[in-house]
C-alpha cells in the first residue's frame, strides 16, 4: 500500500511498464508486478511525469 499524493498518469504508467516487460520477455505475471510497482510509485508523487528511480527504469 502507498500513500496517494496524484493519480494523474497512473494508468499510463502501468500499460507502459506492462508493455515494456512483455517486449523484453517477462511473463504476464511478471509484466503485472512491475506495472503494478511502477504505477503505485506514480501515485506516490504530484504530477503526471515523475522522476522514476533506477529501481524502476531497470524492472
Do not use: N, Q, W
Amino acid at each position: 500500500m502507498v500513500e496517494v499524493a496524484d493519480t494523474v498518469g497512473a494508468g499510463d504508467s502501468f500499460t507502459a511498464a506492462f508493455i515494456a516487460s512483455i517486449l523484453k520477455g517477462k511473463s504476464v505475471a511478471e509484466a503485472h508486478s512491475t506495472a503494478v510497482r511502477t504505477s503505485a510509485f506514480v501515485c506516490t508523487k504530484k504530477g503526471a511525469m515523475p522522476t522514476l528511480t533506477k529501481e524502476y527504469t531497470e524492472a
